[in-house]
């Protein structure tokens, strides 16, 4: 387990940081490593984000001494997506195999949780995301074929693309976590635009599907005080409830995001105007 602990930024304070700072405060540049568990837990709204990329041997979730918790899933739930080969999981007497694209909600109170790839030599590459929970609710995969889909965007805005909500209240129930994948068109390079906040929730994002010898530019900040970071193939950055989370890359690529805070309202969102960001 290789685990990091990021304390909350004010966002009068963030304004200061320069290019250094700003990345190493919110961007998570390393998720997969062989047979390892990367992890950071993020003190907005005490969201974890992560990754697990099992191989030659079977990788287990354990707590670790800021959860101040038996075992990891004591007072949380977790969210997972497939990114790379097949992988079983095991939550207790449960099993789940997990296809490329396919999404794996566990509920709080599970001890015994445990990933492992079908074939080591094509890896299973699982990004995960955790919220503290309330109460347990059922473990449940979810395919892209069960999302609630919405279509945005267009070419001629070149942000024409798919948003596969997998993990919110109209698919699986959940205590707070909230999760989903945008897959931008060819030729689309714009995701959430018109950029927003939601001061309700937190949120993380999870690019991947960005060609090698490519990038995405991610944006962040208050609407009037906007900063960037860049960002390469696999990588994850944390939004603070106060910022905007927007990107353009240089090609089309596909993102994952998470969210979790006051309320599972999908559209409680506050818009800014294209026009407004500075």
Excluded at 194 to 216: G, I, L, S, T
Aim: proline fraction near 4%; hydrophobic fraction near 35%; include cysteine.
């Amino acid at each position: 387990m290789n685990y990091e602990l990021r304390y909350a930024s004010h966002p009068d304070d963030a304004k200061s940081y320069d290019t250094k700072r700003l990345r190493k405060e919110f961007l998570i540049e390393t998720l997969f490593t062989m047979d390892d568990i990367n992890m950071v837990y993020s003190l907005y709204d005490r969201y974890i984000v992560g990754g697990i990329m099992p191989a030659w041997k079977s990788v287990v979730l354990e707590t670790v001494e800021d959860l101040k918790s038996e075992y990891f899933l004591e007072r949380r739930e977790l969210g997972i997506i497939n990114v790379g080969g097949k992988a079983i999981i095991t939550a207790d007497d449960e099993t789940f195999e997990l296809g490329y694209k396919e999404m794996l909600y566990i509920g709080r109170g599970k001890k015994n949780v445990t990933f492992t790839s079908s074939d080591p030599h094509e890896p299973a590459k699982l990004y995960f995301n955790s919220a503290p929970a309330h109460k347990e609710y059922p473990s449940k995969k979810v395919t892209k074929g069960e999302a609630d889909i919405m279509v945005l965007g267009s070419m001629e805005g070149a942000n024409h693309r798919q948003i596969n909500r997998m993990i919110i209240n109209s698919v699986v129930p959940t205590c707070q976590l909230q999760m989903g994948m945008t897959e931008l068109k060819p030729g689309s390079v714009w995701n959430t635009m018109p950029a927003h906040v939601h001061n309700r929730r937190m949120e993380a994002y999870f690019y991947f599907e960005v060609p090698e010898d490519q990038a995405v530019c991610h944006f962040m900040g208050q609407v009037d005080e906007t900063r960037h970071i860049w960002m390469q193939n696999e990588q994850a950055v944390l939004s603070p409830s106060w910022s905007i989370h927007s990107a353009a890359g240089t090609s089309n690529y596909t993102f994952i995001w998470g969210m979790a805070g006051e309320n599972l309202d999908y559209g409680d969102q506050d818009f800014s105007e294209i026009t407004d960001l500075k």
